[in-house]
């Protein structure tokens, strides 16, 4: 199903994909409104597409709204995403609505043809250049996340147990630790054990190097 507001667009692609073998284009659609109505009328009728070529940017719902609409009433539909934005935010909301893939409108029809075989086989597809944007956002959420994890690990510990923690890290023993602060070797061993318990690690030494790698003091 082709899902595109420019009707000479679409007779483009269609004369396309009606020129590969086993493609067939069982219907059309202005916007995302009117994709969705007929997808209903084909459910009923028990024809709904394998495969939607959607572009991006419609009147009224996104191509991306529509997306998350039917990826999550039609199961079974895959939509692959037609745009001109080589654009990070456009191309990670289409991941995160439900797109099986992301080619831009100045790919070559052979990878066109290629995307579309490749989801319908039931994986996905994403051009070189969108590839690495998706891995490149990607990375900077596990970034983001493990500072949001440290962040959150060290708000576990008081100043007194960041403390204690560094003379640890230095290789202090309790008792040397419990000399340099006026405190007992029972009060520090206590320490010690409450940040074991609240970092879930399971000895003084994952504790150390925790607290070297997570950079938590």
Do not use: C, W
């Amino acid at each position: 199903m082709l899902v595109d507001d420019h009707s000479i667009v679409r007779d483009g692609i269609r004369l396309l994909l009606e020129q590969a073998e086993g493609l067939e284009i069982i219907d059309e659609a202005n916007d995302g409104e009117e994709t969705l109505d007929k997808l209903k009328i084909h459910q009923a009728n028990t024809t709904l597409p394998v495969l939607i070529l959607m572009d991006i940017s419609l009147p009224g719902m996104s191509g991306i709204q529509t997306t998350q609409v039917i990826s999550r009433l039609y199961k079974s539909v895959r939509v692959l995403m037609l745009s001109m934005h080589n654009n990070e935010d456009y191309i990670l909301r289409s991941v995160e609505a439900g797109a099986y893939g992301y080619i831009l409108k100045d790919s070559s029809s052979d990878e066109m043809i290629k995307a579309i075989r490749t989801i319908a086989s039931g994986e996905k597809y994403y051009s070189s250049p969108v590839a690495s944007i998706i891995l490149s956002g990607y990375m900077q959420q596990l970034k983001k996340g493990s500072r949001h994890g440290r962040t959150e690990r060290q708000s576990k510990l008081s100043n007194k147990e960041k403390e204690i923690l560094q003379f640890l890290v230095d290789g202090m023993s309790s008792r040397e630790i419990a000399e340099k602060l006026q405190l007992s070797v029972r009060t520090v061993d206590n320490h010690r054990a409450n940040m074991m318990r609240r970092l879930q690690v399971r000895n003084a030494a994952e504790l150390v190097r925790m607290a070297v790698e997570d950079k938590l003091i």
